[in-house]
């Protein structure tokens, strides 16, 4: 859940978008040049996993306070068309004594989940006080402090024991990584043997449960890595991540960029199915959006381009944080309202009739495509790099080779050498800054990797003499990927690296070193990465997903600037569903929809 203190966070280095796209005919669009392919030169791609699944927290077990009605939010989970709910089993509510056992809000929020055929995500933690060494805490309440790992195996042994015939998938605890949930500090060694016995001993109550691993910051891999070198990988089924990145969009968070290091970890332990446990916007101030910056327009049309985001870039499962909102905590898709008990319509927020519309619009939809029909000019092929000086830091080298290319006859290899858990980077500048022709949207470049999960960045020096550094996305596994930002909004102060100036870019500007980081400060080691194809794109911002059902088109689309798509059809008319659920029917002029877009996505229905 949302903490304030979530450092590990770094927005600033993911402001980028990763793919894209328009499934559109909309002006002076061009496709990508074709990869040069090989055994040892392929484009790789992520996808989606299965049907889309879009589920919600719903604290039914710990928030709401009467199990004698548990029908009635129960029966709005039923209206938003969620299948799947992430409930807490909450230590301190089912033991509040070593010698007491209640599971009376647990009955009764698995009684009305569970016969309206929705499936149960539990949590088992955080700690109850008398469980924990630390001498402070109240006895039967709530405590973040690691608890006596045989007191802990015990409460699961409950839990599990009591449920296992309903609930097929446990996450043992939540957020482990972060400093409010696992104190003193968190452990990642600590952590993994709680892990590895508490999936063995799950495992053995219900050989067909499927353990995750405590949702943590996918943006900083540093504490999973460590929980897989300590050999706890084989114990986990599924990896849980909380990508938050407000009060940033979905796109200009680089929500997509969540996932890229923790699949490198995949590969390199053995893959696992990736669910987001958490993700959310708040609709006004709140813990970690002090000024308030997305409002409840802003948090509806978020819901739905970062579920889609997600799920296309290969999520299993993606659940919103939360279902009700908290008092200074308006993460919910239902207000506060006169309280807790409190789910009547006048308390729906926008996001509440996203949600509903995205279930059921997409309801045993299946994926069709993604077109990226941007403009994308090759800037900088990378063919010679001898007249690359590297600066800062000598961690690395950079050099013209053929061992693998994505077009051409050259590319880039980068080979580095981190030494400390301090911030290491290697820089390379280029001796005559390279012109950007225009003023493009984006900037990416094509990378081969190495799982190392490292920042690719790289600098700008715009017209006032400043030099800006943008994050062009983080280093996957083999085989080539495209990785790329915007280059259009306000950089955060840490990442301006010289001049004074207005913090964003002034065209014309030029680029002028390419810098490889340890985003994860943490790491130690060497590798090798090639870069190919510095890229400009040009073109509208506009997104759109196509999916089929029952022989029927369905086209998701949406604009942050706004734009108008126009699109090829056959059909002599289409339905316009609107984000909130509203129905207007098109009719195609000369075959051809014409649709104006905007930050709220809309759904298109129409016959091929």
């Not at 239902?334 to 519309?357: E, F, I, M, N, W």
Request: hydrophobic share 40%; aromatic share 12%; proline share 7%.
């Amino acid at each position: 859940m949302p903490y304030q203190d979530r450092s590990c966070h770094q927005r600033w280095f993911y402001r980028s978008v990763r793919t894209l796209t328009l499934l559109a005919v909309l002006l002076c669009h061009a496709a990508a040049p074709p990869p040069r392919v090989g055994a040892s030169n392929r484009a790789t791609a992520t996808g989606p996993v299965g049907l889309p699944s879009f589920g919600l927290n719903s604290h039914l077990a710990t928030r709401y306070p009467d199990p004698t009605s548990m029908d009635v939010p129960a029966e709005a989970l039923v209206d938003l068309g969620v299948s799947w709910v992430r409930e807490d089993f909450h230590w301190h509510r089912v033991q509040p004594r070593p010698d007491v056992w209640d599971f009376t809000f647990t009955d009764a929020a698995m009684r009305a989940v569970l016969t309206r055929n929705i499936e149960v995500l539990g949590v088992l933690g955080p700690s109850v006080g008398w469980a924990t060494p630390y001498p402070n805490d109240p006895n039967n309440d709530v405590s973040y402090y690691a608890p006596d790992q045989q007191r802990f195996l015990d409460y699961v042994r409950g839990v599990v024991t009591r449920y296992r015939r309903y609930v097929k998938h446990w996450e043992i605890w939540n957020e482990p990584d972060n400093a409010y949930f696992w104190r003193p500090a968190p452990d990642p060694l600590a952590y993994a043997d709680m892990l590895v016995a508490a999936s063995e001993l799950i495992k053995s109550i219900d050989p067909e449960a499927q353990v995750l691993i405590g949702g943590f910051n996918s943006f900083d891999t540093t504490f999973v890595q460590q929980v897989a070198n300590a050999g706890a990988w084989p114990s986990i089924d599924i990896v849980a991540i909380h990508p938050y990145i407000d009060p940033y969009s979905p796109e200009d968070g680089n929500l997509r960029a969540a996932i890229d290091g923790v699949r490198a970890i995949g590969e390199r332990y053995g893959e696992r199915p990736l669910w987001v446990t958490e993700m959310g916007w708040s609709s006004g101030p709140s813990e970690r959006d002090r000024n308030g910056l997305t409002d409840e327009q802003f948090q509806a049309s978020y819901l739905v381009r970062s579920m889609l985001w997600l799920w296309h870039a290969g999520v299993e499962r993606v659940f919103w944080y939360s279902f009700k909102d908290d008092p200074g905590s308006p993460y919910g898709l239902v207000r506060q309202g006169s309280g807790r008990l409190d789910y009547g319509a006048a308390t729906h927020k926008p996001a509440y009739t996203a949600l509903r519309t995205l279930n059921a619009q997409l309801a045993d939809a299946r994926f069709a495509e993604q077109i990226d029909l941007f403009q994308r000019d090759v800037v900088l092929p990378l063919e010679e790099v001898s007249d690359w000086r590297r600066v800062s830091q000598p961690n690395g080298t950079l050099q013209t080779s053929t061992e693998r290319i994505y077009s051409g006859n050259y590319s880039a290899r980068l080979d580095y050498t981190f030494t400390t858990t301090a911030n290491d980077y290697v820089a390379f500048e280029r001796a005559q800054p390279l012109p950007l022709v225009g003023n493009p949207y984006a900037l990416g470049i094509w990378v081969y990797g190495d799982n190392s999960a490292q920042g690719v960045k790289v600098w700008l020096r715009d017209n006032e003499g400043e030099t800006l550094q943008f994050v062009l996305g983080t280093v996957g596994g083999p085989g080539w990927h495209f990785i790329s930002t915007p280059i259009g909004g306000p950089v955060e102060v840490g990442n301006r690296i010289a001049g004074n100036g207005n913090g964003r870019v002034d065209f014309p500007a030029a680029i002028t070193a390419i810098v490889l980081d340890d985003v994860n400060d943490g790491f130690i080691g060497s590798g090798t990465i090639f870069l190919d194809d510095v890229s400009a794109i040009q073109g509208h911002e506009a997104y759109a997903f196509r999916f089929t059902r029952d022989g029927a088109l369905l086209e998701v689309l949406w604009s942050p600037p706004r734009t108008r798509a126009i699109l090829s059809t056959a059909a002599r008319s289409g339905t316009l569903i609107d984000r909130d659920g509203g129905t207007s029917t098109l009719t195609p002029q000369n075959d051809r929809f014409r649709v104006d877009l905007g930050p709220a996505p809309v759904y298109l229905w129409h016959n091929p």
